[in-house]
């Protein structure tokens, strides 16, 4: 079959066209950028892409269009596809019916660290040999790639709450029907097609009602959210994180190596790298699933002792003078304030530049401004791009005095950051996009020394 996907650029709908081709189909695909890193990879694939939405691809003679969520009415493609009444798809349900009908999906959704959790579940699956499929919106670095299909039957997915396509606004993952589920999490978000907390509770519900009887939920124990989104209804097995009759973590040890208890059971040590207690908490929900999976905790945790991260999840991308460079995903306030702690327990009293682009559809609405100031509090000086807001970022920051400075222009942003770090800081970009290369510039800026 060949199949012609719109939005083939986005993390997901890559994924798609990837795990497609794997599949044996013909794969062509459009997006209004076409770029690297993604087209490279996808060209890598013998992915042909055409740059734009124009109306004469709906000749391209393909069997199937495969329509991503960036795609809306009024585009010229979708159209002529609707106009020539054309066969289309979303992208979940076309995985959905194509992909994981046959499959135990190992499905892992939640505001925060959906990204993270999954590459940890895919990584004890593999570890343990049992050669999973997944679909990831980002790149473990365990694995170098963020979609395949094997013929394996265990699919791990990350089940993203955003709505499916202009014609079926329900959340993406209710198309998923997964066996074991991880619910790690429950806030407010996606401002812009969410009217409040409630109406993501009932999108989470739905995903609840599609899990089998003879299924697992692994379900975050200390959010109301996920209490209130349970007791709407729920007709499978719950294994609860962060409470004393389900899985807990210990406190860390200098190292990062923690305790991992069942019912106040000891099942085994942690030893690695990763930072924070919401990335034990992931943890948690990976080892809880793989069990259900048929893993045992023991190689559950021994996976996780060699899991290297995800990219653009804390991830160091130069050392500069003794100046640290990272570069992270956090975009909502909670995500910031905890990467943030995670890297302070990291560096102790050292010094940390937070440099933030505040690029999401919730954070461009200024949904979430009151709590930036609280959310950025453990960083010794803030920087703040506003490069696209339609609010005023530096009366939102104003609490948190002088160390925070707001910057129109990147250049400046670049300049102003490296006039400020010194040998032993610790510099964390936060950005849900590419925030104009700012890492490579900065770097290249402070080797300058000018």
């Known amino acids: 079959m060949h199949i012609h996907i719109l939005g083939i650029c986005g993390t997901f709908m890559g994924g798609i066209a990837v795990i497609a081709k794997q599949a044996g189909h013909t794969v062509t695909g459009c997006d209004a950028n076409v770029y690297p890193p993604m087209s ?21 003679g393909c069997d199937l269009f495969v329509i991503g969520n960036v795609v ?72 170098g790639l963020s979609a395949r299909t094997t013929t394996e039957p265990f699919f791990v997915i990350e089940a993203d709450e955003y709505d499916t396509a202009f014609f079926d606004k329900r959340s993406k993952f209710v198309h998923y029907r997964p066996r074991t589920a991880i619910l790690n999490n429950l806030e407010f978000d996606h401002a812009d097609i969410f009217p409040d907390l409630e109406a993501i509770e009932t999108q989470f519900h739905h995903l609840v009602r599609t899990v089998p009887g003879n299924g697992l939920i692994v379900a975050n124990g200390v959010e109301d959210s996920m209490v209130r989104v349970l007791a709407r209804g729920c007709w499978t097995p719950v294994e609860r994180l962060g409470v004393a009759a389900g899985w807990q973590a210990g406190e860390p040890d200098a190292n990062g190596a923690f305790e991992v208890t069942l019912a106040g059971e ?25 069990r259900h999976a048929g893993v045992p905790v023991e190689v559950a945790i021994e996976a996780l002792g060699t899991f290297k991260g995800v990219k653009r999840r804390m991830e160091v991308r130069g050392v500069v003078d003794g100046i640290t460079v990272y570069d992270d995903f956090a ?23 937070a440099v933030l682009e505040p690029r999401s559809n919730t954070m461009k609405l200024g949904v979430m401004k009151a709590r930036l100031p609280g959310s950025l509090a453990d960083a010794e000086r803030v920087f703040c791009y506003t490069g696209s807001l339609g609010w005023d970022a530096a009366g939102s920051l104003r609490p948190l005095g002088a160390k925070a400075t707001t910057h129109d222009d990147l250049a400046q942003l670049v300049e102003a950051i490296a006039r400020e770090a010194k040998s032993g800081d610790h510099v964390l970009v936060m950005s849900n996009g590419g925030f104009g290369g700012i890492h490579g510039k900065l770097l290249e800026r402070i080797a300058r020394h000018d």
């Not at 892409?49 to 709906?58: R, S």
């Not at 994981?100 to 959790?117: D, M, S």
């Not at 930072?275 to 948690?284: E, I, K």
């Open 72 to 143: 809306s009415r009024g585009n010229a493609l979708m159209e002529e596809i609707l106009d020539r009444g054309l066969p289309y798809v979303s992208g979940p349900q076309w995985l959905a019916e194509s992909v994981l009908r046959e499959k135990w999906v190992l499905a892992v959704a939640g505001t925060h660290g959906k990204t993270t959790t999954t590459s940890m579940l895919a990584w004890i699956l593999e570890h343990a040999n049992l050669d999973p499929g997944f679909l990831i919106g980002g790149v473990p670095l365990d694995f």
């Open 266 to 290: 000891r099942r085994g040590r942690v030893r690695w790298d990763q930072l924070g207690a919401h990335n034990r908490m992931n943890a948690l929900a990976a080892i809880a699933a793989a």
């Open 331 to 353: 975009h909502h306030p909670t995500a910031i304030e905890t990467t943030l702690a995670g890297l302070r327990r990291k560096v102790g009293r050292a010094r940390i530049l």
């Open 40 to 60: 490279t990879q996808l060209e890598a694939q013998g992915i042909a892409l055409t740059e734009g939405f124009g109306p004469e691809q709906a000749g391209i």
